[in-house]
C-alpha cells in the first residue's frame, strides 16, 4: 500500500513537473496563417526566444507583390473566416498609440511589414524588442495577421485595409523541425 502510494505520488510529480516546465521553459512558439476568404494566403511564422529579444522568421505565400501590414492582434479567435474581425485590434497592453516596429511609440503587436516578392513570396527574418512570450506582453494564444495593403504607420491602425491571412500564437512542439 505504501509503495503504491508513493508510485502515484512520484507519477504525479512527473506529470505536473513537465507540464510547469513546459509552460516556463519554452522559448519557441509558432502560428500557422490560414486564409481569410479565400485568398489564398499561408504561411507559417516562428517566434524564438534568444537573450531577451525575440526573433521573427518564417515565410508567408500568396499574397500580391510588395509590403503587406503584420501586426500581433490581440485575440487568438479564427471564428470570422470571412473578414477576420474576430481577431480584434492590435495587441496594445500599454494603450500607446500606433507605430513603426521602431519607433518609440507602437503597440506591441506593431510588426510593421512584410515585403512580397514578384511570386508572392515574402521572407520574414527580424528581431523585435517589444514582444514576448511571457509576461504582459506575452504574444501567446494572440494572432498574427497580414493585411491586403501596407502599414503606412499613419493613426490609429496603419491604414493596412483588409485582412488576407490569420493564425494563432502557440507553444512550438521542440521536435517540430
Ligand atoms: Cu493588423
Ligand atoms: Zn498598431
Known sequence: MKACFSLLLSATIAVFG??????QESTKAVCVLEPIAKSGVT????????????????????LTPGKHGFHIHQFGDLTDGEKGESAGGHFNPHRMAHGAPDARSRHVGDLGNVEANSEGVAVIDQDDKLIKLSG????IGRSVVVHANPDTYVQPTGNAGGRVAVGVIGWANPKTK
Do not use: C, Q
Open 18 to 23: 513537465s507540464s510547469i516546465s513546459n509552460a
Open 43 to 62: 504561411g507559417t511564422i516562428v517566434f524564438e526566444l534568444v537573450g531577451n529579444h525575440v526573433h521573427v522568421s518564417g515565410k508567408i505565400s500568396g
Open 136 to 139: 504582459e506582453n506575452s504574444i
